[in-house]
C-alpha cells in the first residue's frame, strides 16, 4: 500500500469514527452510495434531490439542505442564527 493511500485511510477512520479502516471505508462508501444514487438500491441521490429542489424553488434554506444531506454514515443539521446590535 502507498504512503499516500494510508495517510487517506487514515484520515478517513478519524473523520468517520471508526476502529477500523475496513469499517471506515463501509461508511465512506454508504455515503457516496447515499449521496450518487443512480444504483438500484438507490435510484436518486441527495445530490440530485438537492439539486432538482433548488431548480423548483429557485434556491434552498441550509435547514433543507441539512434535512437532503443528512444520513446515519454523517449526520447533518443546520441552526440559523439571527442578531442585531450586541449580544
Request: hydrophobic share 30%; aromatic share 6%; proline share 2%.
Given at each position: ?18 476502529n ?11 455515503f ?10 438507490v ?10 429542489r ?34
Amino acid at each position: 500500500m502507498t504512503d499516500s493511500r494510508e495517510r487517506r485511510l487514515d484520515n478517513l477512520q478519524e473523520a468517520t469514527g471508526e476502529n477500523t479502516k475496513s469499517k471506515a471505508l463501509d461508511r465512506a462508501a454508504e455515503f457516496y452510495l447515499r449521496m450518487r444514487g443512480d444504483t438500484t438500491a438507490v435510484p436518486t441521490g441527495a445530490f440530485t434531490e438537492l439539486m432538482e429542489r433548488a431548480d423548483e424553488k429557485g434556491s434552498v434554506t441550509s435547514e433543507e439542505i441539512a434535512e437532503i444531506l443528512d444520513t446515519d454514515e454523517l449526520p447533518v443539521k443546520a441552526e440559523t442564527y439571527w442578531s442585531i446590535g450586541e449580544d
